[in-house]
Nanobody
Framework: QVQLVESGGGLVQPGGSLRLSCAAS????????MGWFRQAPGKEREFVSS????????WYGDSVKGRFTISRDNAKNTVILQMNSLKPEDSAVYYC?????????????????WGQGTQVRVSS
């Protein structure tokens, strides 16, 4: 089973940027879609972004479109979430997850392996 480790979270002011990284173990990383989800206190886990196995097809949640960018490097087994123009409502624990073999998905139930999460806090 793949192991996923997120990094890059922290405290940032509104309007600032953060770059989240997810390092994956295992030789089959490049065959699977990857996704980012987030969960704020008292709220359900929410889809943020996903990318297919090739890196060519990307999906974004409505609340982050135009501000966040997902990418992957299959040679390094990593997936990146670049977050710009951050808002206080972006504050949450961000989770990296491995999805289906191939196509990207926006559905939480299509993700089986999860990282431990990294905290993002946007506050002045």
């Amino acid at each position: 089973q793949v192991q996923l480790v997120e990094s890059g979270g922290g405290l940032v002011q509104p309007g600032g940027s953060l770059r989240l990284s997810c390092a994956a173990s295992g030789r089959t990383f490049s065959s699977y879609a990857m996704g980012w989800f987030r969960q704020a206190p008292g709220k359900e886990r929410e889809f943020v972004s996903s990318i297919d196995w090739s890196g060519n097809i990307k999906w974004y949640g409505d609340s982050v479109k135009g501000r966040f960018t997902i990418s992957r490097d299959n040679a390094k087994n990593t997936v990146i979430l670049q977050m710009n123009s951050l808002k206080p409502e972006d504050s949450a624990v961000y989770y990296c997850a491995q999805g289906l073999r191939g196509p990207a998905s926006t559905l939480l139930e299509n993700y089986r392996s999860w990282g431990q999460g990294t905290q993002v806090r946007v506050s002045s």
